[in-house]
């Protein structure tokens, strides 16, 4: 009894070593007394796809620098009374604009050009928008000119405009950069000379397709969103970059794309937190491993392209959640939903979610005239019993279970996870003694490696593959377990 077990052993080390894959296109396990070893059907070779965590953290992307909107170094009246009430002008030169009553009417998307002749003086501007608008816009002047842009609300009930931001930095030839989300109203902004005098030109901007995202052109200000979310906003202007951010609490797998007619890029900025991590996937575009953290990306134009009217949409969202920050290996097999994940050593393991535990105990004692049996099998999952995950083709398998004459576990037909384990002291026993006409039934052992089938959706041990009493020993009976693979499973590694 001893010498075929070890033979079934040796079997079992020489095909790991040589071509094992326990992953077969039908094969069956049965016990029959004058079978060294249990007949096996192989196909194909296993199918398996390996990608790769990259070592190293994922590089920051080279993004256009981050433009100071709205500071004001200066201050002004902040409440201007108008004299008639407000008639936002269209023309240019029927009036001149150096009167709030005559502000000439700011269109989207329109590049303004005028000149400032003496110090002090204003030209002023209006829009009007009908819902919550993000609003933009950018001034550059001559060399010698140090022009201000101050934006105001008009108040209809006093006639009255408001101070309500601006752009005012000290220095000749700087440019002004100003950017809001304001509500619907009327708004007058105007260009003062606040030293020298010459030519400016502004170009003004305004959208309110996702004026509920904005402001969020710089890492400080970045939109918050959630993973497994799709979001539709727009580059609405030459200087515009979209910042994201996302938090996660536990490691994960995460796919980041974006979709833009106009060829924009979606790239990761910056991380925060003492756990951040976030690293590449070999053959995986846009895939990464990320520990718990916060995480920026950013949209924007490498070509200066924009559209008000032509949106992109990001998406974020999670392939897998990671178990703990330990799981070295993954496995994923998408059409048998199963996620096989492991320690580097295989002593922590997980399927879809669950530890795996393949304890298991059976004991039946039985008398009669013709003599006496007691079978007492077990498999103590102790911790130095680690599973195989090394890259051989005794890992983790996908398969399909067929059914089994004497599981551990009475489940259905469908897809299973098969596993090697193995120790470097014995942890799986068969303690099997027959007397009189039972005596050939008598098989004692104790061993250091056992396949078992495991349960997708509890972790816990479907049945013992090799070495079994049932169906590889017992001298009588026709005792069976069958088993089919159709499966590609796809292996993340550290």
Same mark, same amino acid.
Not at 86 to 101: F, I, K
Not at 302 to 331: C, E, K, R, W
Not at 337 to 349: H, K, L, P
């Given at each position: 009894?001893?010498?075929?077990?070890?033979?079934?052993?040796?079997?079992?080390?020489?095909?790991?070593?040589?071509?094992?894959?326990?992953?077969?296109?039908?094969?069956?396990?049965?016990?029959?007394?004058?079978?060294?070893? *249990?007949?096996?059907?192989?196909? $194909?070779?296993?199918? =398996?796809? @390996?990608?790769?965590?990259? &070592?190293? %953290?994922? +590089? /920051?992307?080279?993004?256009?620098?981050?433009?100071?909107?709205?500071?004001?170094?200066?201050?002004?009246?902040?409440?201007?009374?108008?004299?008639?009430?407000?008639?936002?002008?269209?023309?240019?030169?029927?009036?001149?604009?150096?009167? *709030?009553?005559?502000?000439?009417? $700011?269109?989207?998307? =329109?590049? @303004?050009?005028?000149?400032? &002749?003496? %110090?002090? +003086? /204003?030209?002023?501007?209006?829009?009007?928008?009908?819902?919550?608008?993000?609003?933009?816009?950018?001034?550059?002047?001559?060399?010698?000119?140090?022009?201000?842009?101050?934006?105001?609300?008009?108040?209809?009930?006093?006639?009255?405009?408001?101070?309500?931001?601006?752009? $005012?930095?000290?220095?000749?030839?700087?440019?002004?950069?100003?950017?809001?989300?304001?509500?619907?109203?009327?708004?007058?902004?105007?260009?003062?000379?606040?030293?020298?005098?010459?030519?400016?030109?502004?170009?003004?901007?305004?959208?309110?397709?996702?004026?509920?995202?904005?402001?969020?052109?710089?890492?400080?200000?970045?939109?918050?969103?959630?993973?497994?979310?799709?979001?539709?906003?727009?580059?609405?202007?030459?200087?515009?970059?979209?910042?994201?951010?996302?938090?996660?609490?536990?490691?994960?797998?995460?796919?980041?794309?974006?979709?833009?007619?106009?060829?924009?890029?979606?790239?990761?900025?910056?991380?925060?937190?003492?756990?951040?991590?976030?690293?590449?996937?070999?053959?995986?575009?846009?895939?990464?491993?990320?520990?718990?953290?916060?995480?920026?990306?950013?949209?924007?134009?490498?070509?200066?392209?924009?559209?008000?009217?032509?949106?992109?949409?990001?998406?974020?969202?999670?392939?897998?959640?990671?178990?703990?920050?330990?799981?070295?290996?993954?496995?994923?097999?998408?059409?048998?939903?199963?996620?096989?994940?492991?320690?580097?050593?295989?002593?922590?393991?997980?399927?879809?979610?669950?530890?795996?535990?393949?304890?298991?105990?059976?004991?039946?004692?039985?008398?009669?005239?013709?003599?006496?049996?007691?079978?007492?099998?077990?498999?103590?999952?102790?911790?130095?019993?680690?599973?195989?995950?090394?890259?051989?083709?005794?890992?983790?398998?996908?398969?399909?279970?067929?059914?089994?004459?004497?599981?551990?576990?009475?489940?259905?037909?469908?897809?299973?996870?098969?596993?090697?384990?193995?120790?470097?002291?014995?942890?799986?026993?068969?303690?099997?003694?027959?007397?009189?006409?039972?005596?050939?039934?008598?098989?004692?052992?104790?061993?250091?490696?056992?396949?078992?089938?495991?349960?997708?959706?509890?972790?816990?041990?479907?049945?013992?593959?090799?070495?079994?009493?049932?169906?590889?020993?017992?001298?009588?009976?026709?005792?069976?377990?069958?088993?089919?693979?159709?499966?590609?499973?796809?292996?993340?590694?550290?």
């Amino acid at each position: 009894m001893k010498k075929k077990l070890f033979a079934k052993i040796i079997s079992l080390t020489l095909i790991s070593a040589l071509s094992l894959n326990f992953v077969f296109s039908s094969f069956e396990l049965c016990a029959h007394a004058e079978e060294e070893n *249990p007949s096996m059907e192989s196909g $194909a070779d296993t199918q =398996v796809e @390996y990608l790769q965590f990259s &070592e190293e %953290e994922m +590089e /920051m992307a080279n993004i256009p620098d981050e433009k100071t909107a709205n500071v004001l170094e200066k201050n002004i009246t902040d409440t201007i009374m108008l004299e008639e009430e407000a008639d936002l002008y269209a023309a240019r030169d029927l009036n001149p604009n150096t009167d *709030p009553g005559y502000a000439y009417l $700011a269109t989207n998307d =329109v590049i @303004y050009q005028k000149t400032l &002749e003496t %110090e002090n +003086e /204003m030209r002023w501007y209006a829009f009007d928008i009908s819902s919550k608008s993000k609003v933009t816009i950018l001034l550059q002047m001559v060399e010698a000119l140090d022009a201000d842009l101050y934006m105001f609300s008009y108040h209809q009930s006093d006639n009255s405009l408001h101070m309500i931001g601006g752009s $005012a930095n000290y220095g000749t030839g700087v440019m002004e950069y100003y950017n809001t989300v304001l509500d619907a109203g009327i708004y007058y902004f105007a260009i003062s000379a606040y030293e020298g005098t010459g030519d400016f030109a502004f170009a003004f901007y305004e959208n309110n397709y996702d004026a509920d995202f904005e402001i969020n052109d710089t890492s400080e200000t970045a939109t918050s969103i959630s993973m497994d979310t799709k979001i539709s906003a727009i580059i609405d202007c030459p200087y515009d970059v979209d910042y994201y951010k996302i938090t996660v609490s536990q490691p994960k797998i995460m796919e980041y794309k974006i979709s833009s007619s106009n060829n924009y890029s979606l790239v990761y900025a910056k991380k925060e937190g003492d756990e951040a991590s976030i690293k590449n996937i070999s053959g995986k575009q846009n895939q990464v491993k990320i520990m718990p953290g916060t995480y920026y990306f950013a949209v924007y134009s490498d070509d200066s392209l924009y559209s008000g009217t032509t949106p992109y949409t990001i998406t974020f969202n999670t392939i897998l959640d990671i178990m703990d920050s330990s799981i070295a290996i993954i496995g994923i097999c998408k059409e048998a939903n199963i996620i096989f994940q492991s320690d580097a050593v295989g002593e922590n393991c997980y399927v879809n979610g669950n530890k795996i535990d393949i304890t298991y105990s059976y004991s039946y004692a039985t008398s009669n005239s013709a003599g006496h049996q007691t079978y007492n099998i077990r498999i103590n999952h102790r911790n130095d019993v680690h599973a195989v995950v090394s890259d051989t083709a005794a890992r983790p398998s996908a398969v399909t279970y067929l059914g089994s004459t004497r599981p551990a576990m009475s489940v259905s037909n469908g897809p299973a996870l098969m596993l090697m384990y193995t120790s470097n002291s014995d942890f799986y026993a068969i303690h099997c003694v027959g007397t009189e006409a039972y005596e050939e039934n008598t098989y004692w052992d104790e061993m250091d490696i056992v396949q078992v089938l495991v349960d997708p959706s509890t972790g816990k041990l479907i049945d013992i593959i090799s070495v079994n009493y049932f169906y590889d020993i017992a001298p009588v009976g026709t005792n069976k377990i069958s088993i089919a693979n159709n499966y590609v499973m796809t292996y993340y590694r550290e």
